[in-house]
């Protein structure tokens, strides 16, 4: 949340100037904000050996995106923010994906699961 703090501190150290300085700051705030659902674990499921897999959450995100940006942007008249909350639509897609193949998925040789703690004396 340290982006949340210094947010126009950042903006203005990359340049942006004048009236771009609203839009540039609703845009990060909510890519920001957003942020809790990325995941870098498409590199993770390719290095697995799940090429296809990988490829597929790369382009389910870019689908929703592609889905939700003008919906959001002309349809529901949210401008940037719209364009914004597309952008962590598409990714929160690519997150979901990766919490079923890393937690859920069946036909794996090995599946992560949350470990009990048991305390032996």
Known sequence: MAGLVFIDPFLDMLGVRGSLHEYARQ?????????LSYTGFSSLVR????????TRMWIGAIVVQIILDPLLILG???????????TVGGQTVSAVMSWWFFFLRRER?????????VRTP
């Open 27 to 35: 845009y990060a705030v909510i890519l920001l904000c957003g942020s």
């Open 109 to 117: 040789p090995y599946r992560v699961r949350l470990a009990t703690c």
């Open 47 to 54: 290095a697995e050996g799940r090429v296809g897999f990988s």
């Open 76 to 86: 529901l008249g949210l401008g940037v923010s719209g364009a914004a909350l597309g």
